[in-house]
Nanobody, 121 residues
Framework: QVQLVESGGGLVQAGGSLRLSCAAS????????IGWYRQAPGKQRELVAAISRSGDTKYADFVKGRFTISRDNAKNTVYLEMDSLEPEDTAVYYCGAGNLYGGKYYRSDNWGQGTQVTVSS
């Protein structure tokens, strides 16, 4: 099992920025990537961005260059820098362990508890 703890969510005005962190521990060797997902009320959970241990990345189209995913392997931590936030970005953001191969991200059932991001207009 992999333990994942998200932090950094909060309330921000439209156009603002937030930086989310995902600290991983446990059997992280089973997976080569961490993905950030989000789930808004009444909607399905969707992939936002993913990054492999070697630094390969994948972004959802709606990110449009506003978000940047990065990782610090020494700290087993993945970050999601979110800029130019919009009210439509309001959701609970989760990180999950998975694998990134050939540009595709394969998620597992290992999730953190989530962190709320609220963007006011």
């Amino acid at each position: 099992q992999v333990q994942l703890v998200e932090s950094g969510g909060g309330l921000v005005q439209a156009g603002g920025s937030l930086r989310l962190s995902c600290a991983a521990s446990g059997s992280t060797f089973r997976f080569n990537a961490i993905g950030w997902y989000r789930q808004a009320p009444g909607k399905q959970r969707e992939l936002v961005a993913a990054i492999s241990r070697s630094g390969d990345t994948k972004y959802a189209d709606f990110v449009k260059g506003r978000f940047t995913i990065s990782r610090d392997n020494a700290k087993n931590t993945v970050y999601l820098e979110m800029d130019s936030l919009e009210p439509e970005d309001t959701a609970v953001y989760y990180c999950g362990a998975g694998n990134l191969y050939g540009g595709k991200y394969y998620r597992s059932d290992n999730w953190g508890q989530g962190t709320q991001v609220t963007v006011s207009s």
